[in-house]
T-cell receptor, first 113, second 112 residues
Framework: EPEVTQTPSHQVTQMGQEVILRCVPI?????FYWYRQILGQKVEFLVS????????KSEIFDDQFSVERPDGSNFTLKIRSTKLEDSAMYFC???????????FGSGTRLTVV | SQQGEEDPQALSIQEGENATMNCSYK?????LQWYRQNSGRGLVHLIL?????REKHSGRLRVTLDTSKKSSSLLITASRAADTASYFC????????????FGTGTRLQVTL
């Protein structure tokens, strides 16, 4: 069964450093997402991406965050200057078209120290 | 309460019993989805029910939707130890393209 692949599975970074989280969505899917889950809290929407541009973003997704689909297969989330409160599990997801379920990756656990 | 509240927060049952989880939401929706998460791992899509549907089945899963009460329930029949996980409802709200708004989740423990 097709999978969404995320790397790395765990990243530790120092506060103020830039991190890039990587995702390979399912090849024929058209819609891509990032969500995050702070330990013990709800899964929160960050951003959706379609046709090489952001289609929707949350209040969390401020100027420190950016997304890219640089080569038609990878989908990346960059955090420019990490803060302690960015520590969370970050999930990438892809979707064939709206109205269907998502396929989520296994997540990247980001720890900012 | 917030959009997407599951009830109960935790549920412990024995193998073979049925498990019922409820979800309430506040706004108008396009569809509602249920996901499973094992021990902080990825989310696995279980079932999607559209706003014009009232009930849906998939294997041992049965989902109902009552848009007048803004609530949904997930029933897992004949539970197994492997069903132990957290279960989340998530809504795609009217006026949003496909963004999911997640609930707080129900932690299900199935014991032998």
């Amino acid at each position: 069964e097709p999978e969404v692949t995320q790397t790395p599975s765990h990243q530790v970074t120092q506060m103020g450093q830039e991190v890039i989280l990587r995702c390979v969505p399912i090849s024929n899917h058209l819609y891509f997402y990032w969500y995050r889950q702070i330990l013990g809290q709800k899964v929160e929407f960050l951003v959706s991406f379609y046709n090489n541009e952001i289609s929707e973003k949350s209040e969390i997704f401020d100027d420190q965050f950016s997304v890219e689909r640089p080569d038609g297969s990878n989908f990346t989330l960059k955090i420019r200057s990490t803060k302690l409160e960015d520590s969370a599990m970050y999930f990438c997801a892809s979707q064939l078209v709206p109205g269907y379920g998502y396929t989520f990756g296994s997540g990247t656990r980001l720890t900012v120290v | 309460s917030q959009q997407g509240e599951e009830d109960p927060q935790a549920l412990s049952i024995q193998e073979g019993e049925n498990a019922t989880m409820n979800c309430s939401y506040k706004t108008s929706i396009n569809n509602l989805q249920w996901y499973r998460q094992n021990s902080g791992r990825g989310l696995v899509h279980l079932i999607l029910i559209r706003s014009n549907e009232r009930e849906k089945h998939s294997g041992r899963l049965r989902v109902t939707l009552d848009t007048s009460k803004k609530s949904s329930s997930l029933l897992i029949t004949a539970s197994r130890a492997a069903d132990t996980a957290s279960y989340f409802c998530a809504t795609v709200n009217t006026g949003t393209a496909s963004k999911l708004t997640f609930g707080t989740g129900t932690r299900l423990q199935v014991t032998l």
